[in-house]
């Protein structure tokens, strides 16, 4: 395989996972707010709650629609630059992907074009189911999409055939992989997060320009209150799974705590500049005992450093033939220390800013102070950096191995694609996702200031007459 | 019967719903431009397909998830073999997902151009693609040994893959033309009659010609493992273009679109019937072929998927039949429209 398609391929797939994941927490989390805003509007018949849904509701369809074309590719993405991939795990990896489909995209698009188009076609109630199966569809579809990737992580319900391909031996042990409750927890709740976010700075930049907007109110309480549950259970949620991560991913681990050689009493290093050529850390700041202590709470136990990890790795796969590893094959340190120290700090900040949002709430401040407000404004888009840096932790972390301990990413890539073809690819993927997300920012701009000039988000009186 | 023969056959009824459901769409785009005259008239053609679109498109993510999990050689082997033509659909896909929210958010006549042109074009190139692609694979792929299969895009611009196209794209426009005639009223569906007669005449022109052609280029369609039933399937195709050319002028809005439907199980189980117990025969030697066996997964992820199958399909006709009778049966434009 040549070395440059390789790296090609790999570009192509991160690239187009970035850009894809941009959209799906939105769908995921704005699908649940809209849930609590129209079902608060069936249940107190307060008209300001249906404008929230129905605003929301056209930023929604925006970011709905990115998701689905830039999703589309990453199914077939697979096959095209990973065949060989494709063709030694399709019979296990292939399945959630399907069931996927069957179970949850057809319910979350073919109720969103009942939602996004129906509004004077049900009554108030359908369509709040319409809006429930759609807010539900997505997730279910994130619990399949999540089922596959956490079996990358974590595989399981499988054995290796006689021809050397693994083959599924236990569908529910294949879901129920050891890493799948909590990566499906935090990247759902990371969803939740960054859209209680968008909801708040959404509001938040409409209450600074006039904050005797009582509909905008109602949004930021709504969100407000969502997220400073979601953000301080994030932070729980988070430390579980990286328990997780000690557990089956030693080499991950080492790689987010920039922790070369074994040790007892090690720190979770808060602050370094890690260094796989001379596999140190150089200026670093660490709080001893604290990675210990994290990992097995007791400040004592003995945490698996890097190259630790990879003789552990190359003796316990001994009997499978993926080539034995060094640590010339694992990426940059630095990248997935960084990735994963930036996404907790940001996780903390968030923790933070909503707990001071709801103090500002409780006390009848929050529409009245245009710092808070602003603040809120500042950090709308915040979470998504940390979600995008959390799946650059999961991912690189993972390497050198698409299927941990099972398949490395050098034999996982198509051997018939070439160098031109990718490259041809990734540049019209570079224009495409140039484009679409310049219109999806210019829309949403539009949405926003089209409000602000006052056409309402209820045209006419048809949503008055729903009430009934 | 076998759970291999059973996948063979769930993969085609994939093809088959995702043709009848989101065939409609792509001809409905492609037709686009030349059927409606004004923004107005846009917007109510657009709208025909507005609210189900997206549902219709998950037929082609479970398709493709189908054929993943249940022949995952297949899937490794076509993806990366057609690697740039199937990134031309993906990228068409794409521009056209976004289509209809992006046009109907904006007023002004340059952005509409644009969006319009986009939904045409990327209709016209689906349905195209998709022929040319499939024809490719019956004519035999140059799968070797390891069934991998090394050749570039322009190679699958044959005549025969082109043949191929041309079949799709007016299967797709006639499907789409008998669509507006059951959703529309007034000009729209004298327009959309017209087309339909259209495309199904030349539907059957370029499908004899295609039969006619087959011989030469792929000699297997003949020699198929059903006999002389197997040669006469294709016959179901014609008989439901004749059927839309004898019912597109008549009083009737559903019998063209039935018709229509019938002639896309024609062109779906000749395909499947044609090219039996292979999936991708390979032009190299006929022992690389992927089949249904070499190239499936194991018994029971074919299981598991049957029994998921089972449970879904029905699922998924209900949430269907839920939203079409919710939007009616004639287009009716409200203030939540595109």
């Known amino acids: ?468 | 019967m076998n759970l291999n023969i059973l996948w063979f056959i769930l993969v085609a009824v994939i093809i088959l719903g995702w043709s009848v459901m989101d065939g409609f769409d792509y001809g409905v785009g492609g037709l686009l431009n030349f059927i409606a005259k004004n923004d107005e008239e846009k917007r109510y053609v657009i709208n025909a397909i507005g609210p189900v679109w997206d549902g219709n498109q998950v037929w082609l993510i479970l398709g493709g998830g189908a054929v993943f999990a249940a022949f995952p050689l297949v899937y490794a082997s076509i993806f990366s073999g057609f690697y740039l033509a199937m990134m031309l659909v993906v990228w068409l896909i794409i521009f056209r997902a976004v289509s209809f929210e992006f046009r109907s958010k904006v007023e002004s006549i340059k952005w509409r151009n644009f969006w319009d042109a986009d939904i045409t074009v990327t209709g016209l190139g689906i349905a195209l693609l998709l022929g040319v692609a499939i024809a490719n694979i019956l004519m035999g792929v140059p799968l070797n040994k390891e069934h991998i299969d090394y050749q570039s895009l322009f190679s699958l611009l044959n005549v025969f893959g082109l043949a191929g196209g041309l079949i799709s794209l007016s299967m797709f426009l006639m499907h789409g033309s008998t669509y507006l005639i059951m959703k529309t009223e007034g000009e729209v569906q004298q327009r959309a009659r017209a087309f339909a007669k259209g495309f199904a005449v030349a539907f059957i022109i370029v499908t004899l010609l295609f039969l006619i052609i087959s011989p030469i280029f792929a000699p297997r369609l003949l020699g198929n493992s059903f006999g002389v039933i197997g040669d006469v399937v294709p016959a179901i195709m014609l008989i439901g273009a004749i059927g839309v050319i004898l019912t597109a002028g008549s009083s009737s809005d559903i019998k063209p679109f039935a018709y229509s439907i019938i002639a896309i199980i024609g062109a779906v189980a000749s395909l499947a019937v044609g090219i039996f117990p292979n999936i991708v025969p390979s032009s190299i030697n006929a022992k690389y072929s992927l089949n249904i066996y070499n190239s499936a997964s194991n018994h029971l992820t074919l299981l598991v998927m049957l029994i998921a199958t089972v449970i879904g399909l029905p699922l998924v006709l209900i949430y269907a039949i839920y939203a079409y009778k919710k939007f009616g049966l004639k287009v009716k434009m409200d203030d939540s429209s595109y």
């Not at chain 1, 689905?68 to 990896?93: D, K, L, P, R």
């Not at chain 1, 807010?135 to 999540?146: D, K």
């Open chain 1, 1 to 468: 395989m040549d070395s440059t398609a390789l790296l090609l391929a790999r570009i192509q797939f991160g690239m187009t996972a970035f850009f894809h994941f941009l959209y799906p927490p939105l769908t995921i989390g704005l699908g649940l707010l809209l849930v609590i805003t129209e079902g608060t509007y069936i249940f107190t018949k307060d008209q300001e709650y249906l404008r929230v849904t129905r605003f929301f509701a056209k930023l929604f369809a925006i970011n709905f629609v990115v998701g689905v074309a830039s999703g589309i590719v990453m199914e077939f993405q697979f096959g095209t630059n990973w065949a060989q991939y494709s063709s030694f795990v399709g019979a296990i990896f292939g399945s959630p992907l399907a069931i996927e489909g069957l179970f949850a995209f057809f319910m979350e698009s073919i109720f969103v074009g009942v939602m996004l188009l129906g509004w004077n076609r049900l009554s108030a109630k359908a369509h709040w189911i319409s809006t429930i199966l759609v807010a539900f569809g997505s997730t279910l579809s994130g619990v399949w999409i999540l089922v596959a990737n956490s079996w990358m992580q974590t595989p399981a319900g499988y054995k290796i055939g006689s021809n050397g391909i693994p083959k599924m031996t236990n569908f529910w042990h294949m879901v129920f992989n050891p890493y799948f409750p909590s990566e499906f927890t935090h990247v759902i709740m990371g969803a939740w997060e960054y859209s209680a976010f968008f909801m708040a700075g959404v509001a938040a930049w409409f209450l600074i320009k006039n904050n005797k907007d009582m509909v905008m109110r109602k949004a930021l309480k709504v969100a407000v209150i969502v997220g400073v549950i979601v953000a301080c259970g994030q932070i729980i949620v988070g430390d579980i799974g990286a328990r997780e991560v000690v557990k089956y991913q030693p080499t991950k681990l080492a790689m987010m705590e920039a922790l070369w050689h074994s040790q007892k009493y090690a720190p979770e290093t808060l602050f370094a500049l890690p260094n796989n050529a001379t596999e140190s850390n150089g200026p670093h700041i660490g709080i001893p005992g604290m990675l210990s202590m994290l990992s097995y709470l007791n400040p004592a136990a003995k945490v698996m450093g890097l190259n630790a990890a990879i003789r552990y790795i190359n003796k316990k796969d001994s009997k499978l033939d993926h080539t034995k590893l060094t640590l010339a094959m694992f990426p940059p340190v630095w990248i997935v220390f960084w990735s994963f120290h930036i996404m907790m700090y940001f996780g903390f900040y968030f923790a933070l800013v909503m707990l001071i949002a709801l103090y500002f709430l409780l006390k009848d401040k929050l529409f009245d102070s245009p710092k808070m407000l602003k603040l809120l404004w500042f950090s709308t888009f915040l979470p998504l950096i940390a979600i995008e840096l959390g799946w650059f932790t999961t991912e690189i972390g993972r390497q050198p191995f698409t299927v941990y301990g099972l398949l490395t990413t050098v034999d996982s890539v198509s051997k018939n694609v070439s160098v031109v073809d990718v490259g041809l690819s990734i540049t019209m993927f570079v224009l495409i996702y140039i484009t679409l997300a310049s219109f999806a920012v210019y829309l949403f701009k539009r949405e926003l200031r089209e409000r602000v000039e006052g056409k309402d988000e209820l045209a006419g009186e048809s949503a008055k007459a729903q009430i009934k």
